[in-house]
Each structure stands twice: as C-alpha cells, then as structure tokens.
C-alpha cells in the first residue's frame, strides 16, 4: 500500500514564524503535491513537483514556498506565517504518468 | 477544465446502495472521471476512474452515461463507515508529468441505521 505520511496531525504558530511542513512517501512515486483546504473552497493546490529539484506553481502560490532535495520528501514552507494561512494542508503523491494521487492524514496548521 | 456539478448531501440506510450523481456536460473527449472521498478529519481517498466503459472495483462501481456527460458512483451495500464527502473530478492536465486534480465542494453522504 502506498503510504504517505505528514510531519505532524496539528500545529499551533504564531504570525511571522516560519513554519516546515514535511511530506514523505514510501512508493518512489515522482509527483508529490501540496494542497490547503478551506471551508467551502474545497482543496486548491498549493505547489507541485514532478522531479528532485523541480517544483511547479499551483492555483495559490503566493506566500508558500517548497523543497524537493530528495524523491520521496516534499516540504511546504510558510516564510512569514500569517493568520490567513490558518488551513488544513494535504500532501499528495503519485506515479509519473498516472492520475491517481494518494494523499497524507493532513496537517491542521492555526495561526494566532 | 471540465467542471462537476453535485448535489450537496444524501443520506441513505446502512445496507442499502448509495448512487452519487454528477454532471461534467463540458467533459472533452479524452478527460477521465475520477471518483475521491474524505472522510471527516482525514485525507481524500481514491476510489475510482473512468473514461467511458463502466468500471467496478472492490470499493465501488462507476457507471457513465453514454454521451459522458454524467456519471453515477454506486457503493453496493453502504455501511456507517461510507460516511464522507464525496468528491467527482474531471482530470485536468498540467505542465510537466504532473496533473492537477480540481476538487469541487463534492457531496457529503450520511449513512444512517
């Protein structure tokens, strides 16, 4: 089974800090994603990466930035956390040339 | 992108069949349907994928309209833990080897006793 796995299940910051969300997966999957999602938004996608070392903006880049020094890590980094960046954030991988992402328990990240 | 459109909530008995619809009429021709759920507090699942021929797995069948305009996920015999959101999604191909999966507000099913 695929297994994909996030740093941590709730985080507590305040605003400023820079915060590190890890993703791994166990599948040497190629594509990993990061998506937030909102209340009535549903999931929208943060960044992606297809490669080590290549990375893809999504829908909602602004304010995030990502790392991919290693296949199966994909790290979220919040620079200057803000309180609109209170969200729930998922972690996703899948197979080059396949559709099917599995995705990580999720990490409910506040804000204060 | 192909959008989805999907009731907001259904309920149905433990025991029963539960049949998810979903619109996607500006579906093009080489677009797939997909099928995720969360369940409360947890990650989206994968269930399902289709393009045109009706599909079944262990979880669930997909079955869809001849004109692909619309499908119908079925759960055979819902139980308490098929409580979710279901979500349908049209693949939408991005740059690179990646695709973006557009998630929709999907359909929160309630299984009852």
């Known amino acids: 089974d695929v297994k994909v796995t996030q740093s941590s299940r709730y985080l507590v910051k305040r605003t400023g800090e820079k915060v590190f969300l890890e993703c791994v997966q166990d599948m040497d999957h190629e594509n990993m994603f990061w998506y937030r999602q909102d209340p009535g938004l549903g999931l929208r996608l943060i960044y992606f990466s297809y490669d080590v070392k290549m990375k893809e903006k999504g829908d909602i880049p602004e304010g995030y930035s990502v790392s991919r020094e290693k296949k199966e890590r994909f790290s979220l980094i919040l620079e200057s956390a803000s309180t609109n960046q209170t969200s729930m954030y998922l972690c996703?991988?899948?197979?080059?040339?396949?559709?099917?992402?599995?995705f990580g328990p999720g990490t409910r990240l506040l804000v204060l | 992108d192909a959008k989805t459109t999907q009731p907001p909530s259904m309920d149905c008995a433990e025991g029963r069949a539960a049949n998810l619809p979903c619109n996607h009429s500006t579906i093009s021709g080489n677009e797939y349907v997909y099928w995720y759920r969360q369940i409360h507090s947890q990650g989206p699942q994968y269930i399902i994928h289709?393009?045109?021929n009706n599909e079944t797995n262990e979880m669930a069948s997909l079955i869809i309209t001849e004109d692909r305009k619309s499908s119908t996920l079925i759960l055979p015999h819902a139980t308490l833990r098929d409580t979710a959101v279901y979500y349908c999604i049209v693949r939408v191909r991005s740059v690179g080897t990646a695709s973006k999966l557009t998630f929709g507000t999907g359909t929160r099913l309630q299984v009852t006793l």
């Open positions: 996703a991988s899948s197979l080059k040339g396949r559709e099917t992402q599995y």
């Open positions: 289709g393009l045109k």
